[in-house]
């Protein structure tokens, strides 16, 4: 059906309901965007919430966390009110989404973060969750802040608790995110067991597998396992094609092609994700993007490359400019990388009150030197 008119309530409704369904893009956001405004102009409220579900639906999956935290107020407000409150169940819903993103932009201060996550677990206290999915978002939480040792406490009181709610996410996805706690404090072996499941493909969902290959990938290089590594990258590019932002899964790829000097397929990664990663204000998005190029290219230049050649359609003026038409000095490209990284690194230890991350790109990189070294 042609989407351009949707000249009726009925035709935004028949759009919704494509929408529920329908892949994630770009396309699907902005038709969702367009509902939305279709919605306001009938002054169809319920038109709108729904609208509104999926165009934070689409945003979720294509990394635009930004969209979902600034439309998300709109919902509490609509759903307080008696006459929307059947669909709060949809709202807290959102709210995991919400915030498990916040912590990503440096913008959103500690004491704002914390007083989401306040509000966050009374809403989900009132509504009779249990303190299980509210300790399982803590320690995603903390994990993401840098408190490394509140975050395995909070996921060791989640594996602890048997109870269940509507509000739990999937099957698949509990083992998923839950593991990136375990990634982070390096306790490798851990995170393979929790995400094994799934590896073995007896848990699968929308997000699951493709989210989870890039973790073992990564736990798989830190720990030596370099076949494994390599099986698990190419389940990733088996899953993903990367024209849409996938920042962190494409970040463990181009570390594992730089570990193995497979310059060709780190370049065509980073003409896809790039501008992406360009465009967005996430700092939490793109540190590890940034680092991983980095590193490819401190690899490229020690294998003797002065240029690389990029087809890049991204606006020159807050990147590198080519030497010749689309040929990149690597001394620039890493610098420009480089310290990329280390700028959005800072943004969010400084909002931390840590250097959790920079501690963590020291070790990154004395791994990797050490690597090529031994080679």
Request: hydrophobic share 40%; with cysteine; proline share 2%.
């Amino acid at each position: 059906m042609n989407w351009q008119k949707l000249q009726n309530e009925e035709e935004v409704e028949l759009a919704l309901d494509y929408l529920e369904d329908a892949k994630d893009s770009f396309e699907n956001r902005d038709l969702a965007f367009k509902c939305i405004q279709k919605a306001k102009t009938f002054k169809n409220i319920d038109l709108e919430f729904d609208a509104r579900m999926r165009y934070i639906r689409q945003s979720v999956f294509l990394n635009q966390d930004q969209e979902v935290i600034a439309m998300f107020p709109w919902f509490l407000n609509k759903c307080d009110s008696k006459d929307n409150y059947y669909k709060y169940l949809q709202v807290l819903w959102t709210f995991k989404w919400v915030i498990n993103a916040v912590t990503d932009f440096p913008a959103i201060s500690l004491s704002k973060i914390e007083g989401l996550r306040e509000e966050f677990e009374r809403r989900f206290q009132e509504y009779g969750t249990g303190d299980r999915v509210i300790n399982y978002f803590k320690a995603q939480q903390e994990s993401q802040l840098g408190n490394i040792e509140k975050s395995l406490e909070l996921a060791d009181k989640y594996f602890s608790d048997t109870r269940t709610c509507e509000l739990d996410d999937c099957a698949a996805c509990q083992p998923n995110n839950i593991s990136r706690v375990f990634l982070v404090a390096e306790q490798y072996d851990r995170m393979m067991d929790c995400i094994q499941p799934i590896l073995n493909g007896k848990l699968t969902c929308h997000v699951v597998p493709h989210t989870t290959f890039p973790k073992a990938a990564y736990a798989s290089m830190r720990t030596g396992a370099w076949e494994k590594a390599a099986h698990y990258v190419q389940s990733t590019y088996d899953h993903l094609d990367f024209l849409t932002p996938d920042g962190y899964e494409a970040s463990v790829l181009l570390l594992y092609h730089a570990c193995k000097q497979e310059f060709l397929k780190g370049r065509n990664l980073i003409q896809k994700q790039l501008a992406f990663a360009l465009k967005t204000s996430a700092s939490g998005e793109v540190y590890d993007f940034y680092l991983s190029c980095a590193l490819l290219m401190q690899a490229y230049l020690a294998s003797g490359e002065e240029t690389m050649a990029l087809d890049l359609t991204i606006n020159k003026d807050y990147f590198v400019l080519p030497v010749e038409g689309n040929k990149y000095e690597v001394l620039a490209l890493h610098k420009w990388f480089e310290t990329a990284a280390y700028k959005h690194a800072t943004l969010l230890d400084t909002r931390n009150g840590n250097t959790f991350l920079m501690d963590y790109f020291k070790k990154t990189e004395k791994w990797f030197d050490e690597l090529n070294l031994e080679e």
